[in-house]
């Protein structure tokens, strides 16, 4: 390690020392226990308009909860596809914060909206991408 680094890691270890609140901690979580803490549910897509529920199944509050909407397009004839392929994929914040145990309804509105074709038609899929746990000071982590 050379001389540069070697000061670099110790002012950050002294930074952390002296002002543990400018240390921020993160967990990633696996894809199950996301969808325990974070759960979708009641989703219905209509002209490119995703509307449904997200629950929030944790002691916490939740926010900057991030969906990934796919709009995935089939062709017709799979073994001839055209070279326009209208696919998309878009992470969507769902405005504010999720209260613990609580429940709040999403709409995300294709920007810009879907093409009308007859050479195929979409699906859509949504999931849970990410988001952030408020945890209180002194609140044990669920």
């Given at each position: 390690m050379n001389k540069c680094m070697g000061v670099f890691l110790v002012g950050l270890g002294l930074t952390a020392i002296l002002s543990p609140s400018l240390v921020l901690a993160q967990t990633v979580l696996l894809r199950p226990d996301v969808g325990r803490t974070l759960e979708l549910s009641n989703v219905n897509v209509e002209d490119g308009i995703v509307t449904g529920e997200l629950r929030n199944n944790s002691d916490n509050a939740i926010r900057d909860a991030q969906l990934l909407i796919r709009y995935t397009w089939l062709w017709k004839n799979e073994f001839?596809?055209?070279?326009?392929?209208?696919?998309?994929?878009?992470?969507?914040?769902?405005?504010?914060?999720?209260?613990a145990r609580g429940t709040t309804r999403f709409q995300y509105a294709a920007t810009p909206p879907l093409p009308t074709r007859t050479d195929g038609s979409f699906t859509v899929s949504v999931g849970v991408a990410g988001f952030t746990a408020v945890y209180m000071p002194g609140k044990a982590a669920r």
């Open positions: 001839y596809p055209g070279s326009d392929d209208p696919s998309r994929s878009v992470y969507y914040t769902v405005p504010g914060e999720l209260a």
